[in-house]
């Protein structure tokens, strides 16, 4: 893979250069960023260049690199034990946050937790558990979908193609379409909503030709989709979904690994709407990095067997510590309310831009879950991903990290205590990148047409 080393040293390319005769070519690496150290929503490169951080690790760091917190606790830790395997024996760590989850879970009554290492494991462990309580066989999925790259949790990835070429995958789900408000899929009648279509085509369409509604173990979704586009089903959406599981029996899988841990300005997307899951998947911003992800269920959802399913290094001691003080940061910070404020300032300023540079088609987004799509044409909603890749590459060069989801859209989500300094700098460079890139891909459409400019 060739990458473009623009605004990347002398030792970066060094590095480079090395990487590419020594790691896995599955690595899809989005621009010349070789990582010396980190601070707080900064960082910088081995060459001595500094950046302001609006992609937080891919939506992991949530409470900004190395807290001193949560390094405090890390050290504590390290220096007692870092592992004895969570399947065999106890340690006060993983009990702890378990309890700590128990306080936290958007559902009323007891539950119970599984850890793993990875977002990917948590959705293993979900797909695992739902067969295991109904006995049923199917599931549902939802197109644009990201769950992970095992093959389980491929069978309900559906965000590239490229990510399932030459793979049979491990479960059976069928993919309807997710409800986008900007892209809608499915015809609807006067007065309905993206998610009215959606959820019809399930009742009437899928469950009338396709799946007998009884034989389906779970649907499982994100509440916002990451890696399909940012994308924010409509209000309601989460609440219809819920009733029609319930009609039928059917498990409520959310997948909040990228949305979660006070991401949305809730510690957990679904309570938006106040929708109890069945079964709630975390991993990314839970740890500050460290691995750790999970499923947490409902007391009478998780019966499995001892032995059914477990994990050598899931729930080390190390990642429940520092979840454990992740999860103070973000209480004793006022975390949510931030994440509310600073996203809703980001959307102010983002929305402003969209008046002046007419590629950005929409913008969206909850607390510091933000996307912004790019389109040749606002009419025809033609997607421009030359433009989306290339203001990523400017941004990169002049001192700003963001990253791409979806096929034509920018995700910016900075850690959830990032000072509005840092805020401003890191729009004013994006904005400064936009200004080049649209000298390379102009808007192609027309302005006056456009409702947004009225």
């Given at each position: 893979m060739n990458i473009n080393l623009a605004g990347c040293g002398p030792i970066?390319?060094?590095?480079?250069?090395?990487?590419?005769?020594?790691?896995?070519?599955?690595?899809?690496?989005?621009?010349?960023?070789?990582?010396?150290?980190?601070?707080?929503?900064?960082v910088w490169d081995v060459d001595g260049r500094r950046f302001v951080d609006l992609m937080a690790g891919v939506a992991v760091m949530n409470v900004g690199h190395r807290h001193p917190y949560v390094v405090e606790k890390v050290k504590e830790t390290l220096d007692k034990f870092w592992h004895v395997c969570l399947t065999d024996f106890y340690y006060p760590q993983a009990m702890e946050l378990a309890e700590r989850l128990q306080t936290i879970a958007p559902m009323r009554g007891k539950t119970r937790s599984y850890f793993g290492n990875s977002g990917t494991e948590a959705v293993e462990a979900a797909i695992k558990l739902a067969m295991a309580h109904t006995r049923r066989p199917y599931f549902i999925g939802f197109r644009g979908a990201f769950h992970g790259r095992t093959l389980g949790a491929l069978s309900f990835t559906s965000s590239k193609y490229l990510q399932r070429s030459h793979y049979r995958v491990g479960v059976p789900v069928t993919?309807?379409?997710?409800?986008?408000?900007?892209?809608?899929?499915?015809?609807?009648?006067?007065?309905?909503?993206?998610?009215?279509?959606?959820?019809?085509?399930?009742?009437?369409?899928?469950?009338?030709?396709?799946?007998?509604?009884?034989?389906?173990?779970?649907?499982?979704?994100?509440?916002?989709?990451?890696?399909?586009?940012?994308?924010?089903?409509?209000?309601?959406?989460?609440?219809?979904?819920?009733?029609?599981?319930?009609?039928?029996?059917?498990?409520?899988?959310?997948?909040?690994?990228?949305?979660?841990?006070?991401?949305t300005g809730d510690m957990w997307a679904v309570e938006h709407e106040g929708v109890e899951p069945d079964i709630l998947c975390f991993a990314k911003g839970i740890a500050s990095g460290m691995p750790l992800g999970g499923i947490i269920a409902k007391d009478d959802v998780m019966t499995w067997k001892p032995g059914t399913h477990a994990s050598t290094y899931g729930g080390g001691p190390v990642a429940c510590a520092a979840a454990l003080a992740t999860l103070d940061v973000i209480e004793e910070e006022d975390l949510l309310a931030r994440a509310d404020e600073t996203g809703a300032y980001i959307l102010d300023r983002l929305t402003a831009m969209q008046q002046r540079y007419y590629t950005m088609g929409d913008v969206r987004g909850r607390g510091l879950m933000i996307g912004v799509e790019f389109v040749k044409d606002r009419e025809t909603k033609e997607r421009y991903p030359e433009m989306r890749h290339?203001?990523?590459?400017?941004?990169?060069?002049?001192g700003v990290l963001m990253l791409p989801c979806g096929a034509n859209t920018i995700r910016l989500t900075p850690a959830?205590?990032?000072?509005?300094?840092?805020?401003?700098?890191?729009?004013?460079?994006?904005?400064?990148?936009?200004?080049?890139?649209?000298?390379?891909?102009?808007?192609?459409?027309?302005?006056h047409i456009v409702p947004a400019l009225a």
């Open positions: 970066g390319r060094d590095i480079i250069e090395r990487d590419r005769h020594a790691t896995s070519t599955s690595y899809a690496r989005e621009y010349a960023l070789v990582i010396d150290h980190a601070q707080g929503a900064e993919h309807i379409p997710y409800p986008n408000p900007y892209r809608p899929t499915l015809h609807r009648e006067a007065g309905q909503d993206a998610a009215d279509a959606v959820l019809n085509f399930l009742e009437n369409e899928i469950f009338r030709t396709t799946l007998d509604p009884t034989d389906v173990a779970g649907i499982l979704l994100e509440p916002i989709q990451g890696e399909g586009g940012y994308v924010l089903p409509p209000d309601g959406f989460l609440t219809r979904l819920r009733a029609l599981c319930d009609k039928y029996g059917i498990m409520l899988m959310v997948d909040e690994v990228q949305s979660g841990a006070g991401r290339t203001v990523i590459q400017k941004a990169f060069e002049k959830l205590n990032i000072g509005r300094d840092l805020v401003d700098e890191g729009l004013d460079l994006f904005e400064s990148a936009l200004i080049e890139a649209e000298r390379l891909h102009p808007y192609q459409g027309h302005v």
